[in-house]
């Protein structure tokens, strides 16, 4: 029997006694890895190993479900999935139910295993998506190019790659050449506001297709995926523009894009763990890790979801902020002109609103931009970055629905 996990994750084994289960995790894990509540210090232990990104297997035999929750809030302030292994007693115990209550608490999935099987299971690691570390460049990363494919084409030309698009309706099909050894990637917000936003994903799902593309999704992909999918939602901020743009597509090319973006990762970490790559951003301590807190701020950034005077949403200057090692390189906030702050580089300059489309050379560190050949959209507001986020500021508790802007 095979258990599959992710190799980042909090493993509560639930055993009918703290021996039985203590057993099965030393068994099955490093010696490193086990954390015994029979010692006081265990919730620090258990922190400083989520902390490290390390995975931790705990006993919660015989748990009360206020001490799960306890558990489960550990994992999730580390954005570590929180998973349970049930070991059950060979007949006649209630262990679907226990089962059912640790899923309802949040522990997901809970495996059940029998008694008899415990010895003989084989835990797998599953390596969690965004986690590339042993992908490596040379990189070209491109910015928010929202239909712009003109410009697009453009780019990739300077960068070296050559691309033809040929054929119409149904046939109509991308080929691109990349430059030898280099691949592009993708900040996401593919479609909305710009003239042709089939072609643009007709490029990219090529590219990634042919293995010369990686890619992460932006909020306008996130959006115009649940569209695909039949969902109710404003067709507004350049939607209304790719639903028509869809309309002369067939229904294999927009089942085609809706699972092109569906399976892309929240963030991507790359070259050993030197360089990310998120949409919106993505704070040091969240990189290669994949709850959802993680995946929605690389969407949306640093927001809590108040709106301003424009009706768009409040964000935050994470970067201001940031400090770690690891370059990030995002787009999502239009900027002028792409300049590296404290590590970090914002790409989007704002294309579709008449700026430009912006690439950056890893590991040159070099920046390649094509002019926009006209202003598709009004941009809602000023280009630039947001103002940090004043010292000692309590955003607003309840979380709306980001807006898409
Ligand atoms: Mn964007």
């Known amino acids: 029997m095979k258990i599959a996990i992710p190799e980042f994750c909090l493993v509560a084994v639930v055993a009918s006694s703290e021996a039985e289960g203590l ?7 490093a010696a490193g890895e086990v954390v015994s509540r029979g ?19 705990l006993d919660l035999s015989e748990a009360a479900v206020q001490k799960q ?3 489960i809030r550990l994992a999730k302030r580390f954005y570590a999935q929180p998973v349970a292994i049930v070991i059950c007693a060979p007949a006649g115990s209630p262990d679907q139910r226990t089962v059912r209550g640790l899923e309802s608490t949040g522990f997901r999935p809970a495996h059940l295993v029998s008694v008899r099987d415990a010895d003989a299971v084989e835990i ?65 917000d593919f479609a909305d506001r710009g003239p042709r936003s089939p072609d643009v994903l007709r490029i990219a799902m090529a ?26 939602v404003r067709l507004t901020h350049g939607l209304d523009l790719t639903v028509a743009q869809l309309a002369h ?5 927009r089942e085609a894009v809706r699972d092109f973006l569906l399976a892309l990762p929240g963030h991507l970490w790359l070259e050993g763990g030197r360089l990310a790559v998120a949409h919106a951003g993505i704070l040091e301590g969240m990189l290669g890790r994949a709850s ?68 950056l050379r890893w590991p040159e560190r070099e920046v390649v931009s094509v002019a926009a ?18 010292a000692g500021h309590r955003p607003a508790r309840q979380r709306r629905r980001p807006r898409y802007g």
């Open 23 to 29: 057993a099965f995790a030393r068994r099955h894990f």
């Open 39 to 57: 010692s006081e210090a265990w919730p620090a232990t258990a922190a400083e190993l989520l902390a490290k990104r390390e995975l931790v297997a």
């Open 69 to 71: 929750i306890d558990v």
């Open 124 to 188: 797998e690691r599953v390596r969690l998506p965004p986690d590339l570390r042993h992908e490596h460049g040379p990189f070209d990363i491109i910015g928010d190019v929202h239909g712009c494919a003109d410009e697009l084409e453009a780019l990739l030309g300077r960068l070296g790659y050559r691309v033809r698009l040929e054929g119409s309706g149904d046939d109509r099909r991308a080929e691109v050449e990349p430059p030898p050894g280099r691949r592009a990637i993708f900040v996401g």
């Open 207 to 232: 590219m990634a297709a042919q293995g010369c593309a990686l890619a992460v999704p932006g909020n306008h992909d996130v959006k115009l995926v649940k569209w695909l999918r039949g969902a109710n």
């Open 249 to 253: 597509e067939g229904t294999a090319f």
């Open 292 to 359: 959802e807190v993680v995946r929605e701020f690389c969407l949306y950034g640093d927001t809590e979801g108040e709106t301003d005077e424009t009706g768009l949403v409040v964000r935050y200057h994470w970067a201001a902020a940031y400090r770690g090692e690891t370059a990030i390189v995002y787009g999502h906030t239009p900027v002028p002109t792409a300049e590296w702050v404290n590590g970090t580089l914002c790409i989007d300059t704002g294309c579709c609103f008449g700026g430009k489309l912006t690439a």
């Open 373 to 390: 050949a006209r202003m598709y959209a009004q941009p809602g507001r000023p280009f630039g970055h947001p103002l940090a986020r004043p």
